[in-house]
């Protein structure tokens, strides 16, 4: 059933209805480096959350997920954390942070579906949170920008659900550029577009079908180990660092091993990870995809090795796709523990790239695994 029949069907004609999607994303490369100020190469892709919603003349909000077929509502004059519906939590959070920055809210009726796959990286969660508050900006005509949405989105989560992540996920949902990376610079919120694919490249996402929970996994603690290495690197070096963005390479070569072991790694990984990103960039501008493709490989050896957040079944996919013929480059992509590989493929190389793929990682692991052949999409739009 199409989404605005189910919300018809859920409850009723009420009005004036609104429609809202936004995309998921890959991160090309950077990752694990938006929330130490550092950049990220993520693009928006052809999957969607698409939220529909009308007022109310109470308070009441009334949310239907047409997905899981579950129902909640609560009150906009008491909001907190829901733990049997953990779902729900991603548009309570926005809408909680549209209140306490002052926006007059009315209740709401909503809806919503999605096809990014949940739990795989490609950030469903950050899409949810981006329609959320179109949606909202929408149905109360609120005068507010599209970098301000990112920042509320990114506080929402961090603070509502309770996941310290960075900004990415959130900007691209936002901002996607049609057929086009982001370079984003995650202190200042520059960004510059950079081309990604051509008729002769194609991109594809293999889901491992190992779903991950960034709320139960190691993503916070990794934040707090980031955290804990600027703070010693700033006194060995004698200098304040904001986040280990403000560390060179050089700097770290000289007073890296005189940290933990363990923050030593996490480090080494991010400061190395920025310049892969800047590095990424500009081979991809000048179309030199068998460079970036190492760089990508690279960046999954370090995920891997130093940050530790990848798993076996997303080595294997890795390595499997490595061994196809046209293959530039990949890696996983999202926060880890589980997930997607994102995988640069020469086009006429794909149907033999997900045969193979597809067939050893069954033959390893007993899983089917799924594939999506994506687009790069623009960010967030109202659909009617």
């Known amino acids: 059933m199409d989404i605005r029949d189910a919300f018809i069907s859920q409850y009723g004609e009420t009005g004036v209805i609104k429609v809202i999607s936004a995309p998921g994303r890959i991160n090309m490369i950077g990752e694990h480096t938006d929330y130490n100020d550092?950049?990220?190469?993520?693009?928006?892709?052809?999957?969607?959350?698409?939220?529909?919603?009308?007022?109310?003349?109470?308070?009441l909000v009334k949310i239907y997920s047409q997905d899981l077929d579950d129902y909640t509502q609560f009150s906009l004059d008491m909001i907190k954390p829901d733990n049997e519906h953990p779902w729900v939590n991603y548009l309570a959070g926005v809408i909680y942070l549209f209140l306490t920055r002052g926006y007059v809210l009315r209740g709401m009726s909503l809806a919503f579906t999605g096809n990014i796959p949940?739990?795989?990286?490609l950030s469903s969660s950050a899409a949810l949170e981006v329609a959320t508050a179109y949606l909202l900006k929408s149905l109360h005509e609120i005068e507010i920008s599209p970098i301000e949405i990112i920042k509320l989105c990114q506080r929402a989560?961090?603070?509502?659900?309770?996941?310290?992540?960075?900004?990415?996920?959130q900007y691209i949902s936002c901002l996607g550029r049609g057929g086009q990376a982001l370079l984003i610079d995650c202190r200042t919120l520059e960004a510059k577009p950079v081309p990604l694919l051509n008729h002769q490249v194609g991109l594809v996402i293999a889901n491992t079908k190992v779903k991950h929970n960034l709320v139960e996994s190691g993503y916070n603690q990794r934040k707090q180990e980031c955290e804990e290495a600027v703070k010693l690197l700033s006194e060995l070096i004698g200098e304040r660092k904001r986040a280990l963005r403000d560390v060179t390479i050089e700097e770290f070569a000289m007073y890296g091993h005189r940290l933990p072991e363990l923050i030593g790694r996490r480090a080494k990984h991010v400061i190395n990870e920025n310049q892969r990103v800047l590095t990424g960039m500009t081979a991809l501008t000048q179309g030199k995809f068998i460079e970036f493709g190492k760089l990508m490989i690279e960046s999954h050896q370090s995920l891997r090795n130093l940050y530790q957040v990848s798993c076996s079944e997303l080595d294997l996919m890795v390595d499997l796709a490595?061994?196809?013929?046209?293959?530039?480059?990949?890696?996983?992509?999202?926060?880890?523990?589980?997930?997607?590989?994102v995988s640069l493929v020469q086009t006429e190389q794909v149907t033999e790239f997900v045969k193979f793929v597809g067939d050893g990682y069954v033959q390893r692991t007993g899983i089917k695994p799924e594939f999506y052949i994506c687009s790069v999409v623009d960010g967030a739009e109202l659909a009617n």
């Open 322 to 341: 490595c061994q196809v013929r046209g293959v530039y480059g990949s890696r996983m992509t999202g926060g880890g523990f589980g997930g997607c590989t």
């Open 157 to 169: 989560e961090n603070d509502f659900v309770g996941v310290k992540c960075g900004i990415m996920d």
């Open 118 to 121: 949940i739990g795989t990286g």
């Open 38 to 59: 550092g950049f990220v190469l993520p693009a928006a892709i052809d999957k969607y959350v698409t939220l529909v919603g009308a007022l109310r003349n109470d308070r």
